[in-house]
Protein backbone atom coordinates (compact mmCIF):
# COMPACT_ATOMS: atom_id res chain seq x y z
CA UNK A 1 0.00 0.00 0.00
CA UNK A 2 1.52 3.46 -1.10
CA UNK A 3 1.48 6.28 1.42
CA UNK A 4 1.43 9.83 0.45
CA UNK A 5 2.96 10.63 -2.28
CA UNK A 6 4.75 13.60 -3.70
CA UNK A 7 6.22 15.48 -6.90
CA UNK A 8 8.38 17.13 -7.59
CA UNK A 9 10.97 16.13 -4.46
CA UNK A 10 12.94 19.20 -5.47
CA UNK A 11 12.16 22.36 -7.01
CA UNK A 12 13.78 25.36 -8.26
CA UNK A 13 11.78 28.29 -9.22
CA UNK A 14 13.01 32.16 -10.04
CA UNK A 15 10.89 34.90 -7.89
CA UNK A 16 7.89 35.99 -9.52
CA UNK A 17 7.02 32.62 -11.22
CA UNK A 18 4.06 29.95 -10.47
CA UNK A 19 4.46 26.62 -9.02
CA UNK A 20 2.09 23.79 -9.10
CA UNK A 21 3.30 21.01 -6.47
CA UNK A 22 0.90 17.11 -6.48
CA UNK A 23 -0.11 14.89 -4.02
CA UNK A 24 -1.65 11.61 -3.83
CA UNK A 25 -3.13 10.47 -0.41
CA UNK A 26 -2.56 7.31 1.17
CA UNK A 27 -5.20 4.72 -0.13
CA UNK A 28 -8.62 4.87 1.83
CA UNK A 29 -7.87 8.51 2.85
CA UNK A 30 -10.27 11.69 1.53
CA UNK A 31 -8.96 14.46 3.73
CA UNK A 32 -6.01 16.52 2.01
CA UNK A 33 -3.69 19.26 4.16
CA UNK A 34 -0.89 21.09 2.84
CA UNK A 35 1.88 22.53 5.54
CA UNK A 36 4.54 24.94 4.82
CA UNK A 37 7.79 23.92 6.85
CA UNK A 38 10.65 26.80 6.51
CA UNK A 39 13.88 25.95 7.69
CA UNK A 40 14.43 25.15 11.18
CA UNK A 41 10.77 25.89 11.66
CA UNK A 42 7.69 23.24 12.72
CA UNK A 43 5.17 22.80 9.72
CA UNK A 44 2.58 25.86 9.26
CA UNK A 45 -1.16 25.05 8.25
CA UNK A 46 -1.91 26.48 4.34
CA UNK A 47 -5.25 24.57 4.12
CA UNK A 48 -7.02 21.84 4.10
CA UNK A 49 -9.27 19.73 1.51
CA UNK A 50 -12.32 17.89 1.74
CA UNK A 51 -14.48 16.96 -0.85
CA UNK A 52 -12.90 19.00 -3.61
CA UNK A 53 -12.92 22.21 -1.75
CA UNK A 54 -11.28 24.19 0.84
CA UNK A 55 -12.36 23.85 4.46
CA UNK A 56 -10.09 25.17 6.32
CA UNK A 57 -7.67 28.16 5.66
CA UNK A 58 -4.32 29.06 7.49
CA UNK A 59 -2.65 32.64 7.77
CA UNK A 60 -1.60 32.66 3.89
CA UNK A 61 -2.29 35.10 0.87
CA UNK A 62 -4.40 34.50 -2.01
CA UNK A 63 -1.09 33.37 -3.75
CA UNK A 64 -1.63 29.91 -2.45
CA UNK A 65 -4.25 27.81 -4.11
CA UNK A 66 -5.45 24.86 -4.14
CA UNK A 67 -7.70 21.97 -5.74
CA UNK A 68 -8.85 18.36 -4.94
CA UNK A 69 -9.60 15.66 -7.83
CA UNK A 70 -12.55 13.16 -7.45
CA UNK A 71 -9.31 10.44 -6.67
CA UNK A 72 -9.16 12.86 -3.82
CA UNK A 73 -5.74 13.62 -5.50
CA UNK A 74 -4.31 17.68 -4.95
CA UNK A 75 -2.75 20.19 -5.95
CA UNK A 76 -0.87 23.23 -4.57
CA UNK A 77 -0.42 26.57 -6.54
CA UNK A 78 1.77 29.22 -5.35
CA UNK A 79 1.38 32.41 -7.72
CA UNK A 80 4.20 35.65 -7.99
CA UNK A 81 6.68 33.49 -6.26
CA UNK A 82 8.65 35.41 -3.25
CA UNK A 83 12.46 34.42 -1.83
CA UNK A 84 10.35 33.87 1.39
CA UNK A 85 8.12 30.58 -0.37
CA UNK A 86 11.57 28.54 -0.13
CA UNK A 87 10.24 25.96 2.03
CA UNK A 88 9.33 22.42 2.06
CA UNK A 89 5.98 21.80 1.23
CA UNK A 90 4.29 18.80 2.84
CA UNK A 91 0.93 17.23 2.27
CA UNK A 92 -0.89 15.03 4.77
CA UNK A 93 -3.55 12.85 3.90
CA UNK A 94 -6.02 11.53 6.52
CA UNK A 95 -9.49 9.74 6.84
CA UNK A 96 -12.61 10.47 9.18
CA UNK A 97 -10.24 12.79 11.75
CA UNK A 98 -7.52 10.48 12.63
CA UNK A 99 -4.15 10.99 12.38
CA UNK A 100 -2.57 12.06 9.64
CA UNK A 101 0.18 10.78 7.16
CA UNK A 102 2.64 12.92 5.43
CA UNK A 103 4.32 12.56 2.34
CA UNK A 104 8.35 12.82 1.86
CA UNK A 105 7.83 16.52 1.08
CA UNK A 106 8.27 19.10 -2.28
CA UNK A 107 11.92 21.07 -1.60
CA UNK A 108 11.13 24.36 -3.15
CA UNK A 109 13.99 27.46 -3.62
CA UNK A 110 13.29 30.55 -4.93
CA UNK A 111 15.90 32.56 -6.36
CA UNK B 1 -0.53 33.08 21.40
CA UNK B 2 1.49 30.33 20.67
CA UNK B 3 -0.53 26.89 20.79
CA UNK B 4 2.02 24.25 21.28
CA UNK B 5 5.33 24.98 22.82
CA UNK B 6 8.37 23.45 23.21
CA UNK B 7 10.83 24.47 25.10
CA UNK B 8 13.57 21.41 24.06
CA UNK B 9 15.69 23.26 20.90
CA UNK B 10 18.00 20.30 21.19
CA UNK B 11 18.42 17.04 23.76
CA UNK B 12 21.30 14.72 24.06
CA UNK B 13 20.45 10.85 24.91
CA UNK B 14 23.37 8.17 25.75
CA UNK B 15 22.13 5.09 23.87
CA UNK B 16 19.59 2.77 25.27
CA UNK B 17 19.02 5.31 28.37
CA UNK B 18 15.22 7.15 28.12
CA UNK B 19 14.31 10.44 27.30
CA UNK B 20 11.37 12.58 27.90
CA UNK B 21 10.33 15.56 25.58
CA UNK B 22 8.44 18.22 26.54
CA UNK B 23 5.67 19.83 25.07
CA UNK B 24 2.74 22.64 26.48
CA UNK B 25 -0.42 23.12 24.37
CA UNK B 26 -2.87 25.74 25.09
CA UNK B 27 -6.38 25.70 23.80
CA UNK B 28 -10.46 26.19 25.31
CA UNK B 29 -11.23 23.45 23.11
CA UNK B 30 -13.12 20.18 25.36
CA UNK B 31 -12.47 17.58 22.33
CA UNK B 32 -8.82 17.71 20.85
CA UNK B 33 -6.07 16.14 20.07
CA UNK B 34 -2.63 15.71 20.72
CA UNK B 35 0.14 14.10 18.25
CA UNK B 36 3.71 13.50 18.08
CA UNK B 37 5.90 13.15 14.77
CA UNK B 38 9.30 12.50 13.84
CA UNK B 39 11.03 14.17 11.24
CA UNK B 40 14.51 12.60 9.80
CA UNK B 41 16.63 14.57 7.82
CA UNK B 42 15.07 13.39 4.86
CA UNK B 43 12.05 15.30 5.66
CA UNK B 44 8.86 13.09 5.63
CA UNK B 45 7.11 13.14 8.96
CA UNK B 46 6.65 10.15 10.78
CA UNK B 47 3.70 9.61 13.24
CA UNK B 48 4.22 8.10 16.15
CA UNK B 49 1.68 8.25 18.98
CA UNK B 50 -1.78 10.11 19.43
CA UNK B 51 -3.86 11.09 22.91
CA UNK B 52 -7.17 12.28 22.59
CA UNK B 53 -8.05 14.71 25.62
CA UNK B 54 -11.10 12.01 27.05
CA UNK B 55 -8.72 9.31 27.14
CA UNK B 56 -7.90 8.61 30.65
CA UNK B 57 -5.08 6.34 29.96
CA UNK B 58 -1.66 7.61 28.61
CA UNK B 59 -1.08 6.18 25.00
CA UNK B 60 1.82 3.72 23.90
CA UNK B 61 2.88 2.72 21.13
CA UNK B 62 5.87 0.22 21.61
CA UNK B 63 9.12 2.04 22.57
CA UNK B 64 6.81 5.30 22.92
CA UNK B 65 4.50 6.80 25.50
CA UNK B 66 2.69 9.96 26.04
CA UNK B 67 2.79 11.11 29.07
CA UNK B 68 -0.72 13.40 29.58
CA UNK B 69 -1.79 15.34 32.25
CA UNK B 70 -4.50 17.53 31.21
CA UNK B 71 -4.77 19.87 34.11
CA UNK B 72 -1.42 20.59 33.66
CA UNK B 73 -1.78 21.24 29.43
CA UNK B 74 1.28 18.98 28.88
CA UNK B 75 2.00 16.15 26.37
CA UNK B 76 5.50 15.10 27.16
CA UNK B 77 6.76 12.33 24.98
CA UNK B 78 8.68 9.23 26.73
CA UNK B 79 11.17 6.98 23.98
CA UNK B 80 12.20 4.24 26.09
CA UNK B 81 15.92 2.79 25.48
CA UNK B 82 16.74 5.53 22.48
CA UNK B 83 18.52 4.01 19.81
CA UNK B 84 20.95 5.81 16.99
CA UNK B 85 18.13 5.80 14.53
CA UNK B 86 15.92 7.84 17.15
CA UNK B 87 18.35 11.01 16.37
CA UNK B 88 15.76 13.56 14.72
CA UNK B 89 13.46 16.09 15.30
CA UNK B 90 10.41 15.36 17.07
CA UNK B 91 7.76 17.79 16.80
CA UNK B 92 4.22 17.85 18.82
CA UNK B 93 1.00 19.01 17.27
CA UNK B 94 -2.47 19.74 18.70
CA UNK B 95 -5.29 18.97 16.41
CA UNK B 96 -8.60 21.17 16.93
CA UNK B 97 -11.95 20.95 15.69
CA UNK B 98 -14.05 23.77 13.82
CA UNK B 99 -17.26 24.01 12.84
CA UNK B 100 -18.38 21.29 10.78
CA UNK B 101 -16.62 18.95 12.03
CA UNK B 102 -12.77 20.24 10.02
CA UNK B 103 -9.47 20.19 11.26
CA UNK B 104 -6.30 22.23 12.06
CA UNK B 105 -3.37 21.09 13.15
CA UNK B 106 -0.60 23.07 14.95
CA UNK B 107 2.77 22.17 15.16
CA UNK B 108 5.16 23.21 17.78
CA UNK B 109 9.03 24.49 17.04
CA UNK B 110 10.49 20.91 17.44
CA UNK B 111 13.26 19.26 19.64
CA UNK B 112 16.23 18.33 17.73
CA UNK B 113 17.24 14.67 19.37
CA UNK B 114 20.52 13.21 19.02
CA UNK B 115 21.02 9.38 20.69
CA UNK B 116 25.14 9.16 21.30
CA UNK B 117 26.50 5.83 21.46
Known amino acids: DAGVTQSPTHLIKTRGQQVTLRCSPK?????VSWYQQALGQGPQFIFQ???????QRGNFPDRFSGHQFPNYSSELNVNALLLGDSALYLCASSFDRREAFFGQGTRLTVV | AQKITQTQPGMFVQEKEAVTLDCTYD???????LFWYKQPSSGEMIFLIY??????QNATEGRYSLNFQKARKSANLVISASQLGDSAMYFCAMRESYSGGYQKVTFGTGTKLQVIP
Open chain 1, 27 to 31: SGHDT
Open chain 2, 51 to 56: QGSYDE
Open chain 2, 27 to 33: TSDQSYG
Open chain 1, 49 to 55: YYEEEER
